[in-house]
Each structure stands twice: as structure tokens, then as C-alpha cells.
């Protein structure tokens, strides 16, 4: 039975770009895919592009396709992904440019774009499930991108496309729509589908899969971490899925690696909504047949919803932050200290916030009060952060922890400070017909 080699390149999108280069070069690939965008990564890239509309695609773009392309278009690898963010055709034409730079000429370089659906809330007045409404958000509102599913990349591919950037599609879609066009599943095989996510829910955190978010000293360990090997999926035409990583790097696949990351960020493993199906991770099962390779079968699927989840991004509020640290003997009280001194001066000085956090880390940051009783650590780390609703009250905290560099306890050092933009991420359903997904296409 016919099978295709799936490589992930990326988790995110600082992610590391050697692993990628081993994938192209060593994995005997059909298709390296990319994931590199989170929620809040299209509402920053929208900001962005209103910045400058030759922007808003990601940062590493250019980096990694002139690391990757020659390479790939040597072992005639395919490249899918989302580093198009809040402008894929941009994403498309730097593309181009870095082809052309390289000498790959007829490069041919797809941007699917139609997730943008913006407008369309405005005019609806859609209710975000946090209680706002559009309307109520005004000018605040940065952006409003569907997760759209597979089928314009699956077209994108079927036209020919050595790479497809899209915007915001779901991130398993990245996987998905390849498969779509290989093996020719039809859009309502709910099971081949369902399946087609599992692949594409285990490929799409690239290292967590192979050890890396796995690891755990003593207790799960993980060989070579810094050589960590990215995953390939090797996809049968039925959907059986056998996860591996390219010989001799670090890391590993085993059915633990694969369960945890089977698991990760599902809510009900019977329903796991996306645009293409509602995906049935409940009968999925795991095994291994080799070093370093596990066999998952068992994805099933049940007709989609017709919604898509869309992600708006908006100006919610400025945090400003400020940090220093004391060491030595009583470096927790003179900490602590620190912390009373600053609060009082936000008081005194009339820094208006809506919400304020004062940590020792290494001490309470993460747990609180309660589990940090008798520990006396020798070193500890002020951290002050304060919610605001202007910029100029936000700079003011981070003033605030500089000054104890010579107003506060004896012995602190390495302070720093910064005042920011908070760009919140709320969530709304859509009608599927919202977005319009459509695919345009350039040659180098």
C-alpha cells in the first residue's frame, strides 16, 4: 500500500531550524511542514502589518526557507505551512525573492488566503465568549482570523505548488490537506479524516513528540536533547500512521512520547472539533514495532460542525514589569522587603493599575505562599508586574524596582525593566461560509 513521508519542521515559531535542515536533507521526505503560529502570533502580526502592509508574516521566514528550499527542491521535497500569519501573500512573495536569491528558478510558490474574517464580525456584531461584543471592542480590535481547514491546501498542492503558505488554518490541516491530495479522500470520509488528524495532532508540536517536552531527568529520560530529531509520520493510504525521526539523532519515539503528546491540549478525545470533522481520538491505539518507531491506528471521525473557531485579537491593557535580584544570607527578607517598598511607593506615587503581582522567584512565583514554607533558598529574584490601562502608567512600575538599586534593601543587582502592549486573545464561533479560502499562486 502506497505511503507518504511527512516531516514537522517547526512547533512554533522560534522554533529551531537545524532539526528541519536534517529533515530535508536525511528524512526521504514527501512533505516538510512548518507550524509556527499560535494564537496571539496572528494578532501581533496583524499589528504589525497596519505598521507596514509589506509585513506580518514570520519573522524566521526568510531564514528557514533559505535553509531548506535548496534542499528540498534537490529531493523535490514539498514545504506546507502558516508562517503566512496576517499576510500570506507577502509571506508568498518573500518566498520568492529568497528563491530567486538561491537560483531556484520555476519555483512554484502558493498563498491561501481567506481566513481574515474581520469584517464579517463586525457586521454580524459577534458576541466573544469572554461577553464583549465586537462592537463594544471599537478600534481596540487588531484582528479576527477563522481556523480554516484543509481543502485549499490540498488545491494549492493539486495545482502544482512546491510550497503553500497559509494564514490561520488549524494546525493539524497542515498535515491533513497533503493527505488529502495524495491518497484523494474525499471530504466526507469522516473516518480517513478523523485519522488524518490524529497525524496531524501527533506531527504538529514537532520535539514534544520525540522527547522534548517529554523529558524528564531520572524519571523519563531523553538521550541528546540539544541533537533533538524532529518527527516524520510515514502515512498509508488507509491512514495507519508509523511515527519515527531521522536515524542517529537525538531524542526518541516510543508509545509513551506518543501518548503524551495524543493527549496534549484535547479536552474530549470522542470530539475533537475541527473545520474538516469532529475528530474520535477514543479508540486510537499505540504501538511499538521498532526502534524508535510507533505504530497509531484507530482515529475515527464524525461529520464537521459547520462553525470555525476564530481567534480576535485586541488591546486589552499595558503591563509594566520590573526585576532585581539579592543573594547571599537573608536574601529572602531582604526580598520581601523589596516587595513592601515597592508597593508602597505605587501608593504613594499614585500609579494607577486595575491589578498588581509581587513574586520572589525561586521562592513563590509559581506555587504561592503555602508550598513555599520552610525553604530559605540563597537566592532570589523581585519580580513586580502591574496591569495599566495607558503606557505611560505601565513605565512607571519598572521606575519603581530601579530605584531600590540604591533606595531599597542592601546588595541588589541585575535590574531591568519594561513597560508593553497586552494584546488579549478571545474566541467566537463563525459560520464555515465566513471564511473564503482561496489560493493564489506565484513562480520564482
Not at 383 to 398: C, F, N, Q, S
Request: a negative charge; charged letters at 20%.
Amino acid at each position: 500500500m502506497r505511503s507518504v513521508r511527512i516531516g514537522a519542521g517547526a512547533g512554533y515559531s522560534g522554533d529551531r531550524i537545524e532539526p528541519a535542515i536534517e529533515l530535508a536533507d536525511k528524512g526521504g521526505l514527501n512533505y516538510l511542514v512548518f507550524e509556527c503560529l499560535a494564537e496571539r502570533t496572528i494578532a501581533l502580526a496583524q499589528q504589525a502589518r497596519l505598521k507596514d502592509p509589506q509585513t506580518g508574516y514570520d519573522p524566521l521566514l526568510a531564514a528557514r526557507m533559505q535553509a531548506v528550499l535548496p534542499i528540498c527542491r534537490a529531493n523535490k521535497v514539498r514545504i506546507v505551512t502558516n508562517m503566512g500569519a496576517a499576510n500570506p501573500v507577502a509571506a508568498a512573495e518573500a518566498t520568492r525573492a529568497t528563491a530567486r536569491k538561491l537560483g531556484l528558478t520555476g519555483l512554484r510558490i502558493a498563498a491561501v488566503t481567506g481566513d481574515d474574517v474581520l469584517a464579517r464580525l463586525k457586521a454580524a456584531d459577534a458576541t466573544l465568549d469572554t461577553g464583549a461584543t465586537i462592537t463594544g471592542l471599537g478600534n481596540r480590535i487588531v484582528s479576527a482570523n477563522a481556523y480554516v481547514g484543509a481543502r485549499a491546501i490540498a488545491e494549492a498542492l493539486a495545482a502544482g505548488a512546491d510550497v503553500v503558505i497559509t494564514g490561520r488554518a488549524a494546525d493539524p490541516a497542515l498535515f491533513l490537506g497533503p493527505l488529502i491530495h495524495e491518497f484523494g479522500w474525499a471530504m466526507d470520509d469522516w473516518d480517513r479524516l478523523g485519522q488524518g488528524t490524529v497525524v496531524g495532532h501527533l506531527l504538529e508540536c514537532a520535539g514534544q513528540i520525540t522527547g522534548g517536552y517529554f523529558a524528564d531527568p531520572g524519571f523519563k529520560d531523553v538521550p541528546e536533547l540539544a541533537r533533538l530529531g524532529f518527527p516524520i509520520g510515514e502515512v498509508r493510504e488507509d491512514g495507519e500512521l508509523i511515527v519515527t525521526k531521522v536515524a542517529g539523532s537525538g531524542g526518541r519515539v516510543t508509545p509513551a512520547t506518543v501518548k503524551e503528546q495524543l493527549l496534549y491540549e484535547i479536552h474530549d478525545p470522542a470530539a475533537y472539533y475541527q473545520p474538516d470533522v469532529v475528530a474520535d481520538f477514543s479508540q486510537v491505539t499505540v504501538e511499538a514495532i521498532g526502534s524508535d518507531r510507533v505504530k497509531v491506528v484507530g482515529g475515527r471521525g464524525k461529520p464537521k460542525t459547520g462553525l470555525l473557531k476564530t481567534s480576535v485579537g485586541y488591546l486589552d491593557s499595558y503591563v509594566g514589569e520590573g526585576q532585581i535580584s539579592y543573594a547571599g544570607p537573608g536574601a529572602v527578607a531582604r526580598g520581601r522587603l523589596a516587595l513592601d517598598i515597592v508597593r508602597a511607593r505605587l501608593a504613594l506615587t499614585g500609579v494607577a493599575m486595575s491589578e498588581l503581582r509581587c513574586d520572589l522567584i525561586g521562592l513563590d512565583a509559581l506555587h504561592g505562599e503555602r508550598l513555599a514554607q520552610g525553604r530559605e533558598p540563597s537566592e532570589v529574584r523581585v519580580r513586580v508586574a502591574g496591569r495599566t490601562e495607558t503606557m505611560a502608567e505601565a513605565v512607571r512600575i519598572g521606575n519603581e524596582v530601579e530605584t531600590l538599586y540604591t533606595n531599597g534593601p542592601a546588595g541588589g543587582g541585575g535590574a531591568w525593566k519594561s513597560a508593553r502592549e497586552v494584546i488579549a486573545v478571545a474566541s467566537c464561533l463563525v459560520a464555515e461560509d465566513a471564511a473564503q479560502p482561496c489560493v493564489g499562486m506565484l513562480v520564482a
